[in-house]
């Protein structure tokens, strides 16, 4: 199958989804190759200039070398680099090989040698990828959005589809919640569920019919996002005492600790804080994409936030609208008054446990959370 124009260029920020598209369309290319000297794959990954010449001059020669038996030949210069907004990419020696690259693409008959090339991270503010976007078989793998959180369900939703299954209603949120920024294992996860779904549905159902339940994503999808301890405050902002305490005992059998908790419901009040004045002064509703009315509310308060630009609790317009939404729908969200003093609820326990030995941790978190979700 050969591309209209003479080469292919597949970019975008996440690595596994450059790599995993470009693996298909190498795919497609070879297809009909039936010499296996006829395709070659080149590493592009390079820590500096050297290695960057060093990768070049191996694509160059790969694309200049006639098969041999005179049938086309198929070259992917894959894991490129060095376009990325970086010293080695900035360097004035790469850019001038870059340049030499550019002048090879022209040159090469699309007839005789199909190129893919896949790179990530990339500057699309330089000429080289502008070019590629006008002169190549042009592809931007995860889209050309900045939000990574509908980067990731759309990632999720591809591959359910490619699966046969599809999300029931919060198990997609779920998932996203539970592992994180992190698209391989959202793949992986999302494989996993889907081959326990099918064969939980009822052979009718199997195919598009089965469906990912969020009762699946909560059993069987780990607790990876780094430094959430999500089960413990999901369960406690859902107002569900029973799961809450639940929650604790599992943290704590396992050997955790009590203060890393008291971050999290710290951190995830604060938000929660945020988003109930801005829901009750009417500047700002919970909808399907998030938060609603977040950039309007921030260009009104974002003032108050100077300096805190780095995403934190402490800034609700530093966080993603999509996750913040999430968090204020995912059960009902608690009175001003309530939120303020959970705050002071959580400073009391952290006292506490300073105060008494460190066994006695568990109890000082049961009593906390009987304390909030009680009264």
Known sequence: MAS???FTFICGQ?????????????AVLTAELTDEFARETVNGFAANMSEVESALNRFRESVQTVSMFGGKRVVWLKDVNFLADSVTGRAEGTLKLVEDLQELLTSVNP???SILITASPVDRRRAFPKWCEKNADFALAGGDGD???E???????????SLGVSFAPGALELLLQKVGANTRLVVEETRKLAAYAQPAAPAAAHGPGAKIEEAHVAELTPNVAAGDFFEAAEAFFSGDLKWTLKALHGHFFSGGDARPIISALQNRNRILLQVRAL????EARVGARGLDGLPKAQAAYGKHFIGATEKNSFNLFSQNAWYVGKLASSAKLPSLRRLIDNQQEFIVAFEEIIRRPNHAQEEVLRELAVRCLTT
């Open 151 to 161: 980067a990731l369900a759309g990632v999720a939703l591809a591959e359910a589809q």
């Open 147 to 149: 939000d990574a959180g």
């Open 4 to 6: 209209a124009k003479p």
């Open 279 to 282: 829901l009750d002064s009417g």
């Open 111 to 113: 007839e005789e040698t």
């Open 14 to 26: 996440d690595d596994y989804l450059v790599g995993r598209m470009g693996a298909e369309r190498f």
